[in-house]
Structures are given as C-alpha cells and as structure tokens.
C-alpha cells in the first residue's frame, strides 16, 4: 500500500546551518509526485517544492531542493542557511493513482525550530 | 487573487448540532478535496470531487457529507457533530493528475463539546 513516512517527529537547527528533513515513501506506481509543505504556526499550507517521479534532477527552489534518491525510495527535503522563519511543521506527501484519479496521501509532519 | 476561501475559520459546536464548512475557488480547478488534521498529525481525506456532480469518499468520511454543484464550491457538511470530529478543516484544489500542487484554503478550527 502506498505509504508516506517521516521518521523524525522533531527537529532543532541552529540558525544559518543546512538542516534536512527525511522523508520515504512506498508505491508500485511508475508515475507519482512528491511535494513539500510547510505549515507555519498560523496554520495555512503552503507549497514548497515538486519531484516528479520521472524527472532526472534534483528539484530546487531558491533555499529548498528535494533530495531524490529513486531506488531508495526517499525525497528528502534540504533547506540551506536556514532562518528563524522556517521554525514550522513541515510535510512530505506523493501523489498516487485511485482507478483513473490522483489523490495525495501525507506524512505525519516533522515539527523544526530554529534556534537562534 | 482569492485562491481557495474557506468559512468560517473557528467554531465552537455542541454534540449533535450540524454545521456546513463552505469552500469556494475561484482558479477554476477541476479537482476539490477535505482533509481534517488532528492535532500532531498529518492531513486525512475525507471526501473529494474531481468535478461538478462527482464526488467520492477518501480515507475517514464517516460523519460527514459533500455535494459539488458548481466548479467553484465544495461545501463539507456534518450531521450530528461528535468530539472525535475536533479538528481543523482544509478544503483544496487543484488541477488534478500527478504534478499538480494543491492549494490550500486557511482552515477551519473546529471544537465539538
């Protein structure tokens, strides 16, 4: 079954250092995509970043890239130089195929604090 | 540009009593979802629309109801409300398929006492 898992629920960075945020998934689809989200204490969603399954680089977006590591099944996500502003929860979800529609399914979250 | 508005934001309900979350977009989105997040957790999904007059169930829709009469709107309804349905609501939406982001609603903040 398809599956997201983020197996650290927390996380403490020092301000202006890389941090990464783990995240495995498990699907028999070739086709599938990968997000990250960032939910600050506010509480909206918002879009970080997008792996396709079938795309060859690396997804980056301005501090963010996505850690695609296919055969291993993880889409880890790096934040660099991160700032006190990212203290959030932050969410890896795949897009997978129900009959003839995509649906997201989530990961529990990993909650990180910057620390300054 | 509004994106997806969701209301109300907070709501405080007593057992039993119903309510209707409203959802609206206005990017002209095919696909339309309810996801609830209990505290320290992911999103579940409740219910989705891949299209005015489709709807279909996702992974917890016990306790609630949806209806998709128009592209725009994709109101959530719960009858006879519980406490296990504390939560916040997030409706989406997006274009559907694999490679599309969803874009969010701000949510609605929801107790059952």
């Known amino acids: 079954a398809q599956k997201i898992t983020q197996t650290q629920p927390g996380m403490f960075v020092q301000e202006k250092e890389a941090v990464t945020l783990d995240c495995t998934y498990d699907?028999?689809?070739?086709?599938?995509?990968l997000f990250w989200y960032k939910q600050p204490s506010s509480g909206e969603m918002i879009f970080l970043i997008y792996?396709?399954?079938?795309d060859q680089q690396n997804a980056t977006e301005g501090r963010y890239s996505l850690n695609f590591q296919k055969a291993r099944k993880s889409a880890n996500l790096v934040i660099s130089a991160s700032q006190l502003g990212d203290s959030a929860m932050y969410f890896c979800?795949?897009?997978?195929?129900?009959?003839?529609?995509?649906?997201?399914?989530w990961g529990a979250g990993t909650k990180l604090i910057i620390k300054p | 540009n509004a994106g997806v508005t969701q209301t109300p934001k907070f709501r405080i309900l007593k057992i039993g009593q119903s309510m209707t979350l409203q959802c609206t977009q206005d990017?002209?989105?095919?696909?339309m979802y309810w996801y609830r997040q209990d505290p320290g957790m992911g999103l579940k999904l409740i219910y989705y629309?891949?299209?005015?007059?489709?709807?279909d169930k996702g992974e917890v829709p016990n306790g609630y109801n949806v209806s998709r009469s128009t592209t725009e709107d994709f109101p959530l309804r719960l009858e006879l409300a519980a406490p296990s349905q504390t939560s916040v609501y997030f409706c989406?939406?997006?274009?559907?398929?694999?490679?599309?982001?969803?874009?969010f609603g701000q949510g609605t903040r929801l107790t059952v006492v």
């Open positions: 792996q396709g399954s079938y």
């Open positions: 629309s891949v299209g005015a007059g489709i709807t």
């Open positions: 979800a795949m897009s997978k195929l129900k009959v003839s529609n995509y649906q997201l399914i």
């Open positions: 699907t028999s689809d070739p086709s599938y995509g």
């Open positions: 990017m002209n989105h095919n696909y």
């Open positions: 989406a939406s997006n274009l559907g398929g694999s490679f599309t982001e969803a874009f």
